[in-house]
């Protein structure tokens, strides 16, 4: 029987303890105590055994609404941000419906916007500034335009917005009656984020996450901030109609209360990583770096010109190093063959083996690759 293909999850799983995880941008920095009281004591207490209030915790609702400054709006609690997205495609999008997005891009929003039997538009980004313009939008803009998709900073490049080019969008957003899709899942690590509410209130829908700021990814708590009426017609289609994870609930109050005290040092630390990535990776011939320095927690290193297949790279680093990095394909349709993603919210020991093991994968399988140059 023939083998089955490796399965790079599967494997990371199973090998958890030994591996490097620098493939889904997940937070390994923020200190434990944060949150570890607070869950302990949820458990002592059984909290688990009773449904949560079903609107959320009242504070943790005030706190996510406090942490993005958008006083106006209305918070919402879900299953990750990936359950708003979900959400805000099924309830604002029908068939016919244009989205304007990019590639590369987060697909899974694509998936969604799929299932809503609309489209996306996919401008090309490969290409500086590695981001939408607010040219470009307006250009992409068709009868059958409904939203615009803007993840800021963006993922896989770690490209950001600046405020001008936000507001640029926002204004095209309230000037075509379009909703504004902000995706703002890693804005703690970019310096001078600007939020596209604060200039298009009314437009913009607003998607925050506790995964990878908090470093609650496996909790699944995230949320939406929206005007009273936007989120009415979006919460319908709600499905944690009894609430979410009551211990999700109590991690992210304990991290929001104290974010002002240690975010600084977990950002300061991603930098550094990411410097260090940065230069690890521009060691080897032919491999570059599109985006530095990243205004995320994540980067990518475009492979090309080495020959070797970003699928290849990363089961070698997996298998034979513990790093597990995430190849392109799952990123871009059209260049997701170039490019690995690295994310570095790590403690210096993962990039110690990372800076150790990258060169070593692409020597070896640049020996291999019948294309190398
Ligand atoms: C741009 C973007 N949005 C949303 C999410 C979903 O995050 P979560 O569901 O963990 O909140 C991710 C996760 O990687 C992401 O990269």
Redesign the pocket.
């Known amino acids: 029987m023939a083998e089955p293909p490796f399965n790079a999850f599967r494997y990371a799983h199973a090998h958890r303890t030994e591996v490097a995880w620098m493939s889904?941008?997940t937070n390994h920095l923020v200190p434990p105590e944060v949150v570890r009281g607070a869950l302990e004591e949820a458990i002592r207490a059984r909290l688990y055994e009773g449904y949560p209030l079903a609107s959320g915790d009242p504070e943790l609702l005030e706190l996510a609404r406090a942490d993005l400054g958008l006083a106006e709006m209305t918070p919402f609690l879900t299953?990750?941000?990936?359950?708003s997205?979900y959400m805000i495609a099924r309830a604002l999008l029908k068939p016919g419906d244009e989205v304007i997005a990019s590639d590369p891009s987060?697909l899974?929003?694509h998936r969604f916007v799929e299932l809503s039997g609309a489209r996306t538009k996919n401008l090309d980004i490969y290409a500086p500034p590695y981001r939408l313009t607010a040219d470009r939008v307006r250009e992409a803009i068709s009868p059958s335009t409904r939203m615009i998709l803007l993840?800021d900073p963006?993922?896989p490049l770690g490209s950001g917005y600046p405020r001008e080019e936000v507001r640029a969008i926002a204004e095209i957003a309230h000037d075509h009656r379009l909703v504004l899709l902000n995706?703002v899942?890693?804005r703690d690590f970019s310096e001078g984020h600007a939020l596209a509410a604060s200039f298009a209130p009314e437009e913009t829908v607003t998607?925050w996450?506790?995964?990878?700021n908090c470093g609650l990814?496996g909790l699944?708590?995230?949320g939406i901030l929206a005007r009273p009426d936007v989120l009415d017609a979006i919460a319908r289609f709600n499905t944690n109609d009894l609430g979410v994870n009551v211990l999700a609930q109590v991690a992210a109050r304990a991290a929001l209360r104290t974010k002002a005290s240690w975010i600084g040092n977990v950002v300061r630390q991603t930098r550094e990583n990411d410097r260090r990535v940065r230069a690890t990776a521009l060691s080897v011939p032919g491999a570059t770096v599109p985006v530095p320095p990243s205004r995320a927690n994540m980067t990518i290193v475009d492979i090309a010109d080495t020959g070797v297949r970003p699928e290849l790279l990363q089961e070698e680093l997996l298998r034979r190093h513990g790093v597990f990095i995430r190849a392109g394909n799952y990123l871009s349709p059209k260049h997701g063959a170039k490019f690995v993603r690295i994310s570095f919210s790590n403690p210096p020991a993962d990039v110690d083996r990372f800076e150790r093991a990258f060169p070593e994968a692409m020597r070896t399988l640049a020996a291999r690759a019948p294309t190398a140059r």
Do not use: H, M, P
Request: aromatic share 8%; net charge neutral; hydrophobic share 35%.
């Open positions: 889904q941008n299953g990750g941000g990936t359950e997205l987060y899974i929003i993840i963006l993922n995706d899942t890693y998607v996450s506790v995964s990878k990814a699944r708590l995230g």
